[in-house]
């Protein structure tokens, strides 16, 4: 991946950090925020990765719809 690629790829994602009040509710503590993110990469490890995956996307998905723009 090229570099400007990459630095738009963290900025987005750290953009999903914000976007779900992460910086807020934890106090922008970042040792907690990497030890949740940890939590969620050993869950994909796990035999649940399946039915994680697919809970976490559809919540997702439906979040993403409901901050879209309403057209008329």
Request: no cysteine; proline share 1%; charged share 35%.
């Amino acid at each position: 991946m090229q570099r400007r690629a990459r630095t738009r790829q963290l900025i987005e994602l750290g953009g999903l950090v914000a976007k779900a009040e992460l910086v807020e509710l934890t106090g922008d503590d970042r040792a907690l925020l990497y030890g949740a993110l940890l939590d969620i990469a050993a869950r994909l490890r796990s035999k649940d990765r399946d039915a994680a995956m697919l809970l976490w996307r559809r919540r997702g998905g439906r979040a993403f719809e409901a901050d879209a723009p309403k057209r008329s």
